[in-house]
T-cell receptor, first 113, second 113 residues
Framework: GDSVTQMEGPVTLSEEAFLTINCTYT??????LFWYVQYPGEGLQLLLK?????DKGSNKGFEATYRKETTSFHLEKGSVQVSDSAVYFC????????????FGKGTHLIIQP | DAGITQSPRHKVTETGTPVTLRCHQT?????MYWYRQDPGHGLRLIHY???????DKGEVSDGYSVSRSKTEDFLLTLESATSSQTSVYFC????????????FGPGTRLTVT
């Protein structure tokens, strides 16, 4: 079946460091790909998305490129801030019918001042 | 803000008691979902709905039932709560675009003692 694999962490970085959170997927078709962010005590917020190969999603300084050849959708940010501390989830959806999202297990990111 | 509310936000109940969680949306979305979030598992789909009285099972549906008698309300029922159902429950709706992104409610933290 479909699955998403991401590094679980916690990932600890200093403020202004470069961030990469890896995400790879297995899917039978051509999924749409998403990154969600969850701040402490809150629900999930859609961070960015990409719907086809080579698409780049971006939002709030975060970027991710849909790489079909490596089945990957790695999340990057050039300079992280303490306020970026959160749990980040990679997810996919094949887009047919009413199917739900398939999520990775989440990566806990901690940014130290 | 996708206009999603969940109630209650927190609940403690005893093993064997029935529990109903409510998800309410104000924007007339057709598709609604229930997920549970557990450490080390990310989010997993319990049930989903593709219209009034139209529902189907997700990955972890055992022990749960759902009902949707109105477009705006999607109810999740634990017929006889067990400690393994202690979790955070999230409701989601599917956005109106063709990209199949989902928007989440604030969550309900359920503890079964």
């Amino acid at each position: 079946g479909d699955s998403v694999t991401q590094m679980e962490g916690p990932v600890t970085l200093s403020e202004e460091a470069f961030l990469t959170i890896n995400c790879t997927y297995t899917a039978t078709g051509y999924p749409s790909l998403f990154w969600y962010v969850q701040y402490p005590g809150e629900g999930l917020q859609l961070l960015l998305k990409a719907t086809k190969a080579d698409d780049k999603g971006s939002n709030k300084g975060f970027e991710a490129t849909y790489r079909k050849e490596t089945t990957s959708f790695h999340l990057e940010k050039g300079s992280v801030q303490v306020s970026d501390s959160a749990v980040y989830f990679c997810a996919l959806n094949l887009g047919g019918g009413a199917d739900g999202l398939t999520f990775g297990k989440g990566t806990h990111l901690i940014i130290q001042p | 803000d996708a206009g999603i509310t969940q109630s209650p936000r927190h609940k403690v109940t005893e093993t064997g008691t029935p529990v109903t969680l409510r998800c309410h949306q104000t924007e007339n979305h057709r598709y609604m979902y229930w997920y549970r979030q557990d450490p080390g598992h990310g989010l997993r789909l319990i049930h989903y709905s593709y219209g009034v009285k139209d529902t189907d099972k997700g990955e972890v549906s055992d022990g749960y039932s759902v009902s949707r008698s109105k477009t705006e309300d999607f109810l999740l029922t634990l017929e006889s709560a067990t400690s393994s159902q202690t979790s955070v429950y999230f409701c989601a709706i599917r956005g109106g675009s063709q990209n199949y992104e989902q928007y989440f409610g604030p969550g309900t933290r359920l503890t079964v003692t």
